[in-house]
């Protein structure tokens, strides 16, 4: 059994990049921009008027102007506005040259074409040039792009960007006793469900995950199965991954030339799982029981998928959390138990912890992070979690 930090790095050093695309930037958010994105233009392109009211040459209460012309958003005013004068403007606005500052309407008493300035702010009321941002304004590469990313991208004038391409992920539910949701079970039979997680876990963060069928425990339809994902830059097999005598993936695989990076991993839940290289792809082999498979999904696939979408590769996020309640010492395998946060942030964890229990993890919001041999911890003491 290796350290979970050590599976970890044998499994950045298993991932590989998938190549790039060009975006238009209404699918950028949630995709990894890989090519620096530059502004041609400045933001605001000109000095822009910030409200409503009348462009002027400074201005003191009392002051009566002459209205020249009028300055509208996407239509401005072509003169230059001299001494005494002013512009009607809106918000939005270029400033009419010659111009210092906007008085706001609710300022000023109109007169036929002429203002009088009833008070005069601090503010001019003017968004000068580049206020925003400058033109060479850049956004780097690598960044997962957000929405507030593509409203900034879309202001630079960018329409599209260049993204890695989503990694095409397999993954290969195993077992006789396997039914896809909404089948009819035998007798012997359950639902197959920890794979629809890693499904949705994948979409979620940039992947095409691809749901190949059930594969039944027999080396033939094993092969099948990997023969259906050769084209995949990452496949992930759940089950088959222990000791049994119907365990066979890690058979299958290796009769397909599989290299292995490691077996067993001293980690609760998720013992028994595997990595290496097939092929073009990396492998990963989850355990079955449905909290271990997706408890792996947090801690493994989804860090090393950020990896392959060209992100730092580093562990899952962990912040520090106020126990609510105490823990027990821990054993010698590091354990990430299933939790949940009052109002107030402070952490409880689950009584029933073992590896079958959906119904528990489909409460928790988070994973307690206990270090092999952590010693027994008070109420009141700051643990690492997991969010999930
Ligand atoms: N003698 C030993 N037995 C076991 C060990 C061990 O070290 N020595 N490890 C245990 C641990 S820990 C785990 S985890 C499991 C992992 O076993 P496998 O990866 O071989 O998984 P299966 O035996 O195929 O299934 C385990 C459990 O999960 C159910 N399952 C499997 N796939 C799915 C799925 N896609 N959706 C829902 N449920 C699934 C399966 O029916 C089993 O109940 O091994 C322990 N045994
Ligand atoms: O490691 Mo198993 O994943 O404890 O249930």
Same mark, same amino acid.
């Given at each position: 059994?290796?350290?979970?930090?050590?599976?970890?790095?044998?499994?950045?050093?298993?991932?590989?990049?998938?190549?790039?695309?060009?975006?238009?930037?209404?699918?950028?958010?949630?995709?990894?921009?890989?090519?620096?994105?530059?502004?041609?233009?400045?933001?605001?392109?000109?000095?822009?008027?910030?409200?409503?009211?009348?462009?002027?040459?400074?201005?003191?209460?009392?002051?009566?102007?002459?209205?020249?012309?009028?300055?509208?958003?996407?239509?401005?005013?072509?003169?230059?506005?001299?001494?005494?004068?002013?512009?009607?403007?809106?918000?939005?606005?270029?400033?009419?040259?010659?111009?210092?500052?906007?008085?706001?309407?609710?300022?000023?008493?109109?007169?036929?074409?002429?203002?009088?300035?009833?008070?005069?702010?601090?503010?001019?009321?003017?968004?000068?040039?580049?206020?925003?941002?400058?033109?060479?304004?850049?956004?780097?590469?690598?960044?997962?792009?957000?929405?507030?990313?593509?409203?900034?991208?879309?202001?630079?004038?960018?329409?599209?960007?260049?993204?890695?391409?989503?990694?095409?992920?397999?993954?290969?539910?195993?077992?006789?006793?396997?039914?896809?949701?909404?089948?009819?079970?035998?007798?012997?039979?359950?639902?197959?469900?920890?794979?629809?997680? &890693?499904? +949705?876990? $994948?979409?979620?963060? *940039?992947? /095409?995950?691809?749901?190949?069928?059930?594969? %039944? =425990?027999?080396? #033939?339809?094993?092969?099948?199965?990997?023969?259906?994902?050769?084209?995949?830059?990452?496949?992930?097999?759940?089950?088959?991954?222990?000791?049994?005598?119907?365990?066979?993936?890690?058979?299958?695989?290796?009769?397909?030339?599989?290299?292995?990076?490691?077996?067993?991993?001293?980690?609760?839940?998720?013992?028994?799982?595997?990595?290496?290289?097939?092929?073009?792809?990396?492998?990963?082999?989850?355990?079955?029981?449905?909290?271990?498979?997706?408890?792996?999904?947090?801690?493994?696939?989804?860090?090393?998928?950020?990896?392959?979408?060209?992100?730092?590769?580093?562990?899952?996020?962990?912040?520090?959390?106020? &126990?609510? +309640?105490? $823990?027990?010492?821990? *054993?010698? /395998?590091?354990?990430?138990?299933?939790?949940? %946060? =009052?109002?107030? #942030?402070?952490?409880?964890?689950?009584?029933?912890?073992?590896?079958?229990?959906?119904?528990?993890?489909?409460?928790?919001?988070?994973?307690?992070?206990?270090?092999?041999?952590?010693?027994?911890?008070?109420?009141?003491?700051?643990?690492?979690?997991?969010?999930?």
């Amino acid at each position: 059994m290796i350290p979970v930090s050590e599976a970890l790095d044998a499994l950045f050093a298993l991932a590989r990049d998938p190549g790039t695309e060009d975006v238009p930037l209404v699918r950028a958010a949630g995709r990894v921009l890989r090519a620096d994105a530059v502004s041609a233009w400045a933001q605001p392109p000109f000095a822009a008027s910030a409200m409503d009211g009348y462009a002027v040459i400074e201005a003191r209460p009392g002051d009566r102007m002459k209205v020249v012309g009028e300055s509208a958003a996407g239509h401005g005013f072509s003169g230059t506005i001299a001494p005494g004068e002013a512009v009607r403007i809106f918000t939005g606005a270029p400033l009419p040259d010659g111009a210092t500052r906007v008085v706001i309407q609710e300022d000023v008493d109109r007169d036929g074409d002429s203002i009088v300035i009833r008070e005069v702010e601090g503010a001019t009321n003017v968004r000068t040039a580049g206020a925003d941002f400058p033109a060479g304004h850049t956004l780097c590469a690598p960044r997962l792009l957000n929405p507030r990313d593509v409203a900034l991208l879309a202001a630079m004038n960018v329409g599209s960007v260049r993204v890695t391409r989503r990694p095409e992920i397999a993954l290969i539910a195993t077992g006789d006793e396997l039914v896809a949701p909404g089948g009819n079970p035998g007798p012997d039979q359950i639902v197959a469900s920890n794979t629809y997680a &890693l499904h +949705a876990m $994948l979409e979620a963060a *940039g992947a /095409r995950p691809r749901m190949l069928p059930i594969a %039944r =425990d027999t080396m #033939g339809s094993l092969e099948t199965a990997f023969a259906l994902a050769a084209d995949c830059d990452l496949v992930i097999t759940v089950g088959g991954a222990s000791v049994g005598d119907h365990d066979l993936v890690a058979r299958a695989a290796q009769a397909l030339g599989l290299e292995r990076a490691f077996y067993k991993v001293a980690m609760r839940p998720g013992k028994p799982l595997m990595a290496g290289r097939l092929g073009e792809a990396a492998l990963v082999g989850l355990p079955g029981n449905p909290v271990s498979a997706i408890v792996c999904g947090h801690v493994f696939v989804l860090p090393l998928l950020g990896a392959m979408l060209g992100l730092p590769a580093r562990p899952a996020h962990r912040i520090g959390a106020r &126990l609510a +309640a105490p $823990l027990p010492e821990n *054993g010698p /395998r590091e354990h990430y138990m299933r939790g949940h %946060r =009052d109002e107030s #942030g402070g952490v409880t964890v689950y009584d029933r912890q073992d590896s079958s229990l959906l119904s528990v993890l489909n409460s928790a919001d988070c994973l307690v992070v206990r270090s092999p041999r952590d010693p027994a911890r008070a109420a009141g003491e700051t643990v690492e979690i997991i969010p999930i």
